[in-house]
Nanobody, 119 residues
Framework: QVQLMEFGGGVAQAGGSLRLSCAAS????????IGWFRQAPGKERELVAI???????MYGDSVKGRYTISRDYDRDTAHLLMNSLKSEDTAVYYC?????????????WGQGTLVTVSS
């Protein structure tokens, strides 16, 4: 069974910073990509940032240049540094992991972390 533990988030003022972390665990699970999506009230879930096992990163257009994702490969953990926060960054941020048990691909979601940016 794969579990994602999420840390961080909370409340920040506009222009401030917050950090999220997400750790994947599961015996035999081979993590490939890990990152975050977010969903604001009344909006669809959207990509925030992903980092792959090869170190490639992908960012949503709305966070490019402000957010940085990194990965600790030894601990199957990802970190998201969110700078220059805006009120429109307010959302529930969901950690997402993709990997394999043997040859079976799995997509796993965290429970979500609320990020609130006050203007």
């Amino acid at each position: 069974q794969v579990q994602l533990m999420e840390f961080g988030g909370g409340v920040a003022q506009a222009g401030g910073s917050l950090r999220l972390s997400c750790a994947a665990s599961g015996s035999g699970f081979r993590l490939t990509a890990i990152g975050w999506f977010r969903q604001a009230p009344g909006k669809e879930r959207e990509l925030v940032a992903i980092v792959t096992s090869g170190g490639s990163t992908m960012y949503g257009d709305s966070v490019k240049g402000r957010y940085t994702i990194s990965r600790d490969y030894d601990r199957d953990t990802a970190h998201l540094l969110m700078n220059s926060l805006k009120s429109e960054d307010t959302a529930v941020y969901y950690c997402h992991a993709r990997g394999y048990y043997s040859t079976e691909q799995l997509d796993v979601w965290g429970q979500g972390t609320l990020v609130t940016v006050s203007s």
